[in-house]
């Protein structure tokens, strides 16, 4: 009886032992990578030291310096990780190593980093060779490694490249480093221009800047086309304009032609026409004709946003007497109000992930961001006592929005976390920013 | 000839001969005489003011700008046509059935509040419901056009219960 027990008492001890190995195995095992479903509470700490120039000289070590820079301010933009600062780091910036097994990983756990990135940059003539490493500091393993050899001019795109690459080790999605954004921007009464910027605001251009009253503009997929509403002709019609060809549609009917929304992965979007006399939601052809008629209501139905699959869209409609929020499936015809909270919900933007809706609510006239869940659940509101905030757009994996805030004074282009964390300014121009929309992944780097 | 008859020749000449000057002192006036109105009309553009010192010229003037002048306002997120706006239309109407040749094109605008797209839509529907109003006084649909301009064109600038009210509004421009 007595050896029974002490065997018995054997084997739990074991079980409990192999359990306990296990869930030690599990955490270590999970120690770098990001767990999307919530990932910008617990932000890893990552360092990027300077890179390292390869042959020394001044370009060189310049180009050392930026490339340090905007890796770790780009990594930074994404809300995943806590870049540590490089006056604490341990390691002699001139002596280094960069590649392991010459790195002494000890020096990085120390100030905290569990993330270590190393890069190395040889210019010769107009030519860039840049090495970057991504190194899990714990583990004392390379993550993922890459060389790039280009163009000087190309460094950008290089390290956006590497970027994506970081990205897609810890999340298993791409990046959003080849991405821009549009944006709507006015220094003048009367006179509205649409801009293009890099995803971190980097480069502002003119996309239309033709002295009229140009708005809500949006990228189709692939980046090559753009539609905006313009005044060009006095009146609000819809443009569709090539953005490298000098080539483009119109849509001049009767009324107002107004809130562009392209069909994900098609040449063909969905606005709101009012040439019937009301203003109703209608699919077009990427030449600007008219497919069909989306919506069948009296009433106000405007501001089309479409579910990443292009089956469903949600749209504003007034037909149940103040502006709420509608999903439309296209197949069935049925429409469904998803919106029930607040008596002005408007200018919804379907995440690319498929599963939530961020819109702009106004009520006791406060204007701000709203998420909800495409089933309706989980309504969350993410700015709250910062002025007003309008216009939320999805970045294309979904973990960012950009938004108008007017909480400085003038109304600026804004980016925060799907969460609400992490919101500031992506730039700043003469007179008013607003309408920014984000684009697809254009693969461009 | 009889004096009688120099009496008719005469007059046959001068009346017309008078007539004839007093149009060209007409034609001449907008150069030599300051208009009797100088009200701004932001959105008239092109079109020339006369100042006329004739009473009946003077109460035809008063009338137009009254209508260019009279907006039609509306309640917040609504287009709605309460008894105020109703009786501003059917002065415009009247207006419109004095002066049978006027085209005109019905803006629709909107406070700041709301967002530039949906205020778009809703000014669209200020213009259509003025428009449409209009029709059912009896005024021809062919003389009546109609824009947007959403929350793009305010009059008043300022950010409170009073501008937004003013910038609700419905306005009348004679093409």
């Known amino acids: 009886m007595g050896y029974l027990y002490r065997s018995r008492r054997k084997l739990a001890a074991g079980i409990l032992f192999v359990l306990v190995w296990l869930v030690v195995q599990a955490g270590w095992a999970a120690d770098y990578e990001i767990d999307v479903t919530n990932p910008f509470l617990n932000k890893i700490p990552l360092a990027v030291p300077l890179f390292k120039p390869m042959a020394g000289g001044e370009g060189e070590t310049r180009l050392a310096a930026k490339g340090a820079d905007l890796l770790a301010a780009s990594l930074e933009f994404t809300g995943y990780f806590k870049l540590l600062n490089r006056a604490a780091f341990l390691i002699n910036p001139d002596t280094y190593r960069i590649v392991a097994p010459g790195i002494n990983f000890q020096n990085w756990t120390t100030v905290g980093a569990e993330l270590l990135v190393t890069g190395g940059v040889l210019l010769q003539g107009e030519t860039v060779t840049l090495e970057l490493r991504l190194y899990d ?63 971190d605001g980097h480069n502002p251009q003119p996309v239309v800047a033709n002295e009229q009253l140009n708005l809500s503009p949006a990228w189709s997929s692939d980046g090559k086309w753009i539609a905006y509403t313009s005044y060009a002709k006095g009146k609000p019609d819809l443009y569709i304009k090539h953005t490298t060809e000098k080539r483009g549609h119109q849509v001049l009917k009767k009324g107002t032609s107004i809130s562009p929304a ?184 | 000839m009889r004096k009688s008859r120099w009496i008719y020749v005469a007059l046959l000449l001068v009346v017309p001969g008078l007539l004839l000057t007093t149009a060209c002192a007409k034609k001449k006036a907008p150069k030599s005489m300051e208009p009797v109105q100088s ?91 003025s428009k449409n109003f209009l029709i059912t006084l009896g005024i021809d649909a062919v003389r009546l056009a109609t824009v947007s301009y959403g929350e793009e064109r305010p009059v008043d600038m300022g950010s409170n219960e009073e501008a937004w009210a003013k910038n609700r509004r419905a306005k009348f421009v004679i093409k």
Not at chain 1, 170 to 199: E, N, W
Not at chain 1, 430 to 435: F, I, V
Not at chain 2, 54 to 64: G, P, T, V, Y
């Open chain 1, 137 to 199: 500091t714990v583990q004392e393993k390379l993550v993922v490694g890459k060389r790039y050899r280009g163009r000087a001019d190309g460094y950008r795109g290089m390290v956006h490249r590497f970027c994506n690459e970081v990205i897609f080790a810890l999340t298993g999605s791409h990046g959003i480093f080849d991405s821009r954004i549009i944006f709507v921007t006015s220094s003048k009464a009367g006179v509205k221009d649409i801009y293009r910027c890099a995803f």
């Open chain 1, 262 to 445: 392209w069909v994900p992965n098609r040449l063909e979007l969905a606005a709101s026409l009012s040439h019937t006399g009301d203003p109703e939601i209608y699919l077009l052809t990427g030449t600007g004709k008219v497919i069909r008629r989306l919506t069948e209501n009296r009433g106000i139905d405007v501001s089309p946003s479409w579910s990443p699959d292009g089956r469903r869209f949600a749209f504003v409609s007034k037909r149940s007497g103040t502006p709420q929020i509608y999903i439309k499936d296209t197949a069935s015809g049925e429409s469904r109000r998803l919106t029930y909270e607040g008596k002005n919900n408007t200018q919804p933007s379907w995440s690319p992930r498929g599963d939530k809706i961020a819109y702009t609510a106004i009520e006791k006239g406060q204007i701000n961001i709203r998420v909800i869940g495409v089933d309706g659940s989980g309504l969350r509101q993410l700015t709250i006592n910062s002025g007003d905030n309008e216009s939320p757009s999805w970045s294309p994996d979904g973990s960012l929005l950009v938004f108008s805030s007017t909480r400085e004074g003038p109304s600026r282009i804004y980016v925060m976390n799907a969460f609400g964390t992490d919101q500031r300014r992506l730039l700043t121009l003469p007179g008013k920013q607003s309408e920014p929309q984000w684009s697809s992944r254009l693969g461009n780097l």
């Open chain 2, 39 to 129: 009200e701004q009309t932001t959105t008239d553009a092109g079109d020339v003011q006369t100042g006329d010192l004739d009473e009946a010229a003077r109460q035809k003037e008063l009338a137009r700008n009254l209508f260019l002048n009279e907006d039609v306002y509306f309640a917040y997120d609504s287009y709605a046509l309460d008894g105020e706006a109703q009786g501003v239309l059917k002065r415009k109407a009247e207006w419109l059935q004095t002066n049978g040749d006027a085209m005109v094109l019905i803006e629709g605008h909107c406070d700041e509040r709301g967002t530039v797209e949906y205020n778009l839509a809703l000014g669209d529907r200020r213009a259509a419901s």
